[in-house]
């Protein structure tokens, strides 16, 4: 299987985040509570970026919970 280009996978952990964001309860960002992101362990290196990137933009952590796509689903 050939591997995506380093900027497609970023573009689509980018996209992931944002539906995150835009479908979660506004409250969770508003407390100390760090948001918790669900995504495909084949997202590891392009959301472990865009993590460290938010949480220098916004001085505030963000858990990514890595799973199978599989497991996810359940």
């Not at 409250?27 to 669900?38: E, H, Q, R």
Request: glycine fraction near 4%; aromatic fraction near 6%.
């Amino acid at each position: 299987m050939p591997e995506r280009p380093r900027s497609e996978l970023g573009l689509l952990a980018v996209m992931a985040i944002a539906v995150c964001v835009l479908v979660a309860p506004h409250n969770v960002f508003s407390g100390d509570k760090s948001p918790t992101v669900f995504a495909a362990a084949s997202l590891k290196n392009a959301l472990d970026a865009v993590a460290s990137d938010w949480q220098v933009e916004n001085g505030q952590s963000v858990v990514i919970s890595y799973a199978a796509t599989s497991a996810l689903a359940k």
